[in-house]
Structure formats: structure tokens, C-alpha cells
């Protein structure tokens, strides 16, 4: 970055860097999260989406400690605010955050709350935009790719579970019917279990 770049970033860009070093307590990063979902609210900028996305939890745990924490009890109120501007933030820079989003659903079981909403955001992308999905699993390792796939057909009804469906279609239209079949036997499995 050039000195006249990093002094119109400012701190924001100089925390992000810090932030890559080591992950801050999830206190830091539900505090700072806040602060720039509230300086997004304020007016959205490439810079603030930029730090935004590189301060959002990157796992299934860390994304649990700051949204869902019983501990803490960290960003749970304002949990919609914030994957409602993930959720926005995607469609400017629709790659990274699926693959933020993918990264947290590895490993991820079924949740209410945060947990939930980043299921159904995840599965209205795969039935909007099958190709971009499938591309994004094969980027993964196929555990990895796996592990998001049981964790989007954990759901407790199946027959009020839409976007699955059409995420089903769409795959299969869009060429990648491995991974329709994925979802279908994901599906079948959980369906099998009690709660269903």
C-alpha cells in the first residue's frame, strides 16, 4: 500500500492489517463490528465493506462467540442488523462473501438465531446463483465442501424449505448435478432424523 493510500484509509486499514496477525477477543471484535456496521449505516464505502468483511468472524466458533455467545451475550441483539448488511455488502462483492459465508457454515450445525439467518442466506445463494455456488464448494476441500452442505439441509421441515428445492434444480440445471445429488442424499439423511 503507498503512504498516500494508507493515509487516506486511515485506522481502519491499519486495524484490519493488525487484525490478520491474531484474532482479537470476541468482545474486540463485536465492538468493532458494531462500529463499523454503524459507519456503513452512516454511508457505505469500498473501504468500510473492505474492513467490515476482514473484521467478521472467519469460523463456525468465532462467528458462534460473537453472535451467539450465552457468555457474552455479544452482538446477539443487533445479530439481523448485521447479516443484513453481509447480506448486502454481497452484492457488491458477491465472491468474498459467499466465501466468508462458507467458511463459516464449515463445521456449522443448526442454530436458531445468527446461525439460521446465515443458513437461509446461504441456501437463497445457492438457489440464485447455482454456478457460483458449485464453483465455490469445488474450492474447498471436499470435507470442507461437505460440511456445508449437511449444514444447509439441517432443517427441522424439509417441505417449507424452498430455496433447498430450488437450489436442488438449479444445480442440476446449471451443470453440476454431483452436487444436486449432494443436497438430495443431505436431505434424505436428515430427514431420517428425529426432529424432522
Do not use: K
Not at 36 to 65: H, I, K, N
Not at 87 to 92: C, N, V
Not at 158 to 172: C, N, Q, T, V
Not at 177 to 195: D, K, Y
Amino acid at each position: 500500500m503507498s503512504a498516500h493510500a494508507h493515509r487516506r484509509a486511515g485506522p481502519v486499514i491499519a486495524w484490519v492489517a493488525v487484525a490478520g496477525c491474531a484474532a482479537p477477543p470476541a468482545a474486540d471484535t463485536a465492538a468493532r463490528l458494531e462500529s463499523l456496521r454503524q459507519q456503513m449505516a452512516a454511508g457505505p464505502t469500498p473501504e468500510g465493506e473492505r474492513a467490515y468483511l476482514a473484521a467478521f468472524p472467519r469460523s463456525y466458533a468465532s462467528f458462534r462467540d460473537v453472535f451467539d455467545s450465552e457468555q457474552f451475550d455479544l452482538l446477539y441483539p443487533r445479530y439481523v442488523e448485521h447479516m443484513t448488511l453481509l447480506e448486502q455488502i454481497g452484492g457488491r462483492r458477491p465472491d468474498d462473501v459467499l466465501d466468508l459465508q462458507l467458511c463459516i457454515a464449515t463445521g456449522a450445525e443448526w442454530q436458531a438465531d445468527a446461525v439460521n439467518m446465515l443458513r437461509d442466506q446461504l441456501a437463497a445463494t445457492a438457489a440464485r446463483e447455482p454456478d457460483r455456488f458449485a464453483r465455490a464448494l469445488e474450492a474447498r476441500s471436499w470435507s470442507a465442501a461437505r460440511s456445508v452442505v449437511t449444514f444447509l439441509a439441517d432443517v427441522e421441515c424439509h417441505a417449507s424449505y424452498h430455496e433447498y428445492e430450488l437450489a436442488i434444480d438449479g444445480l442440476r440445471a446449471a451443470g453440476h448435478p454431483q452436487w444436486a445429488l449432494e443436497f438430495e442424499q443431505a436431505r434424505t439423511a436428515r430427514m431420517l432424523q428425529p426432529n424432522h
